[in-house]
């Protein structure tokens, strides 16, 4: 087994909650917190940790705005974060690779 | 987006220090602590809670023996484990897959 493609996984992507903040942002161009929520069926104290997480490796854009007297805040990936994304899959697309060929 | 593959991923299997443990087993039939260590370049007091959680979750089996005076503990998977971490392997390609056409 070669670890390095293991190894080289980015942890900041790689936890559950914010590998599907970050596959949703690279499916939609922008979504609200409360459509990320309902997505991905997590808890606002989960999405919040989650999300600051990625703002500060500065993988994603916070837009706040107020709509109808309400605000809104919404994400959409940054380039840093679609290059950081990119790298990532392309290294866990190897990890699955070997893992799948040492279990056949 | 769908969400689905995303949120059945086994947390258990898919934090990284585990998944390496999980990736090394489904490569070698049988690792000692000292060599998953080494591989996987990680912490005594990290590999000891890893192999914790994935024994207690019944992926792998622990086999301890005496070789020239020296106690030496080792793993395995079980077929649990290789069943569970099979499973895994699907669900995080079919992530993936869906994300990388996003990113296209």
Chains 1, 2 share one sequence.
Do not use: C, W
Request: charged share 20%; no cysteine; proline share 4%.
């Amino acid at each position: 087994m070669n670890p390095q493609p293991l190894l080289q996984l980015d942890r900041v992507i790689h936890e559950k909650g914010r590998l599907g903040i970050m596959s949703a942002l690279a499916a939609s161009p922008r979504m609200s917190f409360r459509e990320l929520r309902e997505l991905l069926e997590m808890t606002d104290g989960n999405l919040t940790a989650h999300v600051r997480t990625l703002h500060e490796a500065g993988y994603i854009a916070v837009i706040k705005e107020v709509d109808a007297g309400r605000p809104i805040t919404s994400y959409s990936l940054t380039q840093t974060g679609r290059t950081a994304f990119s790298g990532y899959l392309k290294l866990l697309a190897q990890v699955i690779h070997e893992a799948s060929q040492s279990m056949t």
